[in-house]
């Protein structure tokens, strides 16, 4: 669906409120995307030269665009493949924390966008995730689950929005995500661990089924998929030749707990207050928008002190207790 003036109109806050998503066309110019795609195409050219150095690299396939390289070198060898994945996934290195990453994160389209979701105090966490999913490769394919499973109890009863963005248009073809729409008014789902790559799952026969069916969530580039933290919402394979290629960021209001002002890493009471208040404690929240104190916005080089001043859990150690699948 397309927005007017940069907004979802009341009754677009409306449906998403009723369906637990709102699929927006039109948040970016896909011009807007371009330096956090190009920084993208960097990191890999960086990395595979890496590679390429230490001899584990024969053919760097450089002539490839950002749809093709990282399949070709998964396909190649899958090992330099998943070592150029693990490099995309590093929270404290040059691809997290690069310039184009806090400028779309900050972006004042998205901003606005999002505003009319969780009002003009918007502050944004750490947890955004750059998603490749190769064809074939089966790691980017995520289990049910709610964004909640992951969050701290306590958040449950607030608005946490998840933004979806695609680089590439999202298709069925090439993996688009699933949400099970009118399912998140009904508190959090029975979550287990173990599913694939770590991620958390929703068994089917836990789903709510007396609600719509699950609908494919496309979405073209310059799109943004929102979603409540409380929607199901899973991906399924890229059976297309090309990656498909997003990044997923998650909103709220600045009322809701957050760990705006606390700095674990410098001391223990602010780790403290951190894992009794903030909705994902691994990770910082940073203002992006502030009528109120506009002072308190971030700047980039706030942006990467935040990001290193806090240290991320792991699978192992998550905020919230789940039992493994059987
Ligand atoms: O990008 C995907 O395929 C899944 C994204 C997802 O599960 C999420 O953003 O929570």
Known sequence: MQIESGRLSEEQIALFQQEGYFIADNVFDPVDLEPFRQHLEREIAVKIDELVKDGKVENSHAEEALEQRLTRIYHDNKENGREVLAHLAETKGSVQQGRSVFDLIAHPKLSKAISSLVGPEIVVSAIYRIRPKIPGSGKGNVPWHQDSGYFVEHCDKHLIVTCWIPLVDATVENGCMEILPRSHKRGILKHYTGGNSGFLVVRDEDLPSDVPEKIAAECPVGGVVF????????????????????????????????????????????????????????????????????????????????????????????????????
């Open 227 to 326: 979603m409540t933290n409380m929607t199901p919402h899973c991906s399924t394979p890229n059976s297309s030749d090309t990656i498909r290629w997003s990044v997923d960021l998650r909103f709220q209001s600045a009322d809701i707990p957050n760990n705006i002002g606390l700095w674990p890493d410098r001391n223990e009471e602010d780790a403290k207050a951190n894992e009794q208040i903030a909705c994902y404690p691994p990770e910082a929240d940073f203002v992006v928008c502030s009528e109120k104190d506009p002072n308190s916005v971030a700047t980039y080089e706030s942006f990467k002190a935040r990001r290193s001043a806090f240290e991320p859990w792991g699978v192992e150690n998550r905020p919230r207790v789940w039992a493994p699948l059987a």
